[in-house]
């Protein structure tokens, strides 16, 4: 299974594409296909059938669709900035935990 330095609830910023530059939370990670879905970038509109059972009104619905994992880039808490991640080891308690950190300022992002 593929293993991405994206995660979900991480924010990052779209680079390239129609959505370049908008920022938002990552939903979900799709590591089959290579995608993730970010709230409130590539949206589009779906025709939807009503669904009496669940109480869903018919009619034209916004959704977002997945995006390439490779046209996001993670952001960075502590510097506001789209940044890489890199991952390091810190010594807690006598053990040594795997952290993402931030490669422009170094700060642990957990």
Do not use: W
Not at 31 to 53: Q, T
Not at 67 to 79: G, T
């Amino acid at each position: 299974m593929k293993t991405y330095r994206i995660r979900k609830d991480d924010k990052v910023m779209v680079i390239t594409g129609k959505d370049a530059g908008k920022i938002g939370k990552v939903l979900k990670v799709l590591p089959k296909k290579d995608r993730v879905l970010v709230e409130k970038v590539n949206v589009a509109k779906r025709h939807m059938r009503p669904n009496p059972y669940a109480q869903q009104p018919g009619g034209i619905v916004e959704k977002e669709m997945p995006i390439h994992v490779s046209n996001v880039m993670v952001v960075c808490s502590a510097c506001a900035k789209p940044t890489k991640v890199g991952y390091k080891y810190i010594e807690s308690e006598g053990k040594q935990k795997k952290v993402r950190f931030c490669k422009k300022c170094n700060e642990v992002m957990e």
